[in-house]
């Protein structure tokens, strides 16, 4: 088929960054006191879903203040139906489903097994209930021992409609330069389950300033803290010989890659010119780039939200057959309007595709859905 028949094929819109609370888990939360938490305020007219480090300092005398810590836990969050309905108000096709930040990263290892595997049961039982509409992307009970951890990749690849695991960045505790995570990596790699990385840790409150909690509400810690975690995470996992250790190993990076696509070059210089790793051979001489990396083993969504950020992401990943289209539901709803309508959110996503692409090509209609489908093998096997 010639390219420009090829772009006229109806093609899907496949989202692959869309979150989900199963009830079950926001039932954890909600026996919480500490964050991850739900709690419920006075001056809340729904509960308040608290997560980030940066909302603590709010948390504190929250209960008099008219300005309650978090965001409002609305049914967009546990509800499947919501979900469907807002893939059809928004024209996509398939979602690939994910438990959202911090996933189990809190819970105690005795308990993490366990919870992971009635959690992975549910979304794939969700999937199920909408057959070619939803995929999943599993989520790994970290503070297990190491065994649990094999035995939930190992339930996972059962698991019709998972493709992928969600991780954050703090893997054991440790980061994901960690030796002790390498067997974790292999095995997710020997079971062809990419990893959905993501952030939530962010950086210290610190950075932000006496300011930052009561003038600022969440800008920095997402907009910034967000992307320069999974920046950090991979430059590690690059610097600790990860992507060369484990080569069949296949990540797709939220945001966009956070800032590695501006910040490639910089660290590749920094490689190159540190007499430290040189001269003690802490890289190995046989070393990819980390543009050769990011050109292999490295996917990026599209949630970046302007045309300029898009040409960057593809430009580093060497092309846009390795960018998906992502909305983050439900995250970043519209604010004082409907929220069962159209998302804003969502549109300017879109439109950077649009923009960076041209609406009506082939490349464009890869990013939207062409590229997921066949990274992700979207259909029955
Ligand atoms: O608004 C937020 O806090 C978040 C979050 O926690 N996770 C995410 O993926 N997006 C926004």
Redesign the pocket.
């Known amino acids: 088929m010639a390219a420009n028949e090829a772009s006229q094929q109806p093609t899907k819109v496949v989202d692959i960054h869309t979150?989900m609370y199963p009830p079950s888990y926001i039932d954890i939360l909600t026996s919480r006191s500490t964050i991850p938490l739900v709690r419920t305020f006075a001056s809340s007219p729904d509960p308040r879903l608290i997560?980030?480090q940066a909302e603590v300092p709010s948390l504190e005398g929250a209960e008099a203040s008219s300005k309650p810590p978090g965001?409002p836990l609305t049914k967009h969050y546990s509800s499947l139906t919501q979900k469907i309905h807002f893939m059809d108000t928004h024209n996509i096709d398939i979602s690939v489903i994910s438990l959202?930040?911090p996933w189990l990263d809190f819970l105690k290892p005795f308990e993490s097994g366990s919870i992971a595997e009635s959690v992975n049961t549910e979304f794939s039982s969700m999937c199920a209930s909408h057959p070619g509409r939803l995929f999943f992307f599993g989520t790994l009970p970290l503070t297990a021992p190491l065994a649990t951890i094999e035995a939930s990749v190992t339930h996972l690849k059962t698991l019709k409609y998972c493709r992928g695991v969600i991780l954050g960045t703090s893997g054991l505790g440790n980061g994901l330069d960690d030796p002790n995570l390498r067997p974790i990596f292999h095995a997710l790699a020997d079971a062809g389950l990419p990893i959905f990385l993501?952030p939530?840790y962010g950086l210290p409150n610190e950075v932000w300033g006496p300011r930052a909690s009561q003038e600022y509400g969440?800008v920095l810690p997402?907009a910034l803290g967000f992307p320069m975690e999974t920046t950090i995470a991979v430059a590690r996992m690059y610097l600790a010989g990860v992507f060369d250790a484990v080569p069949a190993l296949r990540m797709i990076l939220a945001h966009s890659g956070g800032t590695l696509p501006f910040l490639a070059g910089r660290i590749e210089s920094c490689v190159l010119h540190d007499g430290h790793l040189m001269r003690e051979a802490k890289v190995h001489a046989t070393r990819r780039t980390v543009w050769e990396v990011l050109r292999s083993q490295i996917y990026l969504d599209a949630v970046i939200y302007s045309e300029v950020g898009l040409k960057s992401a593809i430009e580093a990943s060497g092309g846009a057959d390795r960018l998906m289209f992502g909305t983050?539901h439900p995250?970043?709803p519209p604010l004082g309007t409907d929220e069962d309508g159209e998302w804003e959110s969502v549109g300017l996503n879109a439109e950077a595709v649009n923009k960076a692409l041209g609406k009506a090509s082939q490349e464009a209609a890869g990013v939207m859905g062409g590229n997921a489908i066949r990274v992700l093998k979207l259909y029955d096997e």
Do not use: V
Request: net charge neutral.
């Open positions: 979150h997560l980030l965001r959202a930040n993501h939530h969440h997402l983050d995250f970043f």
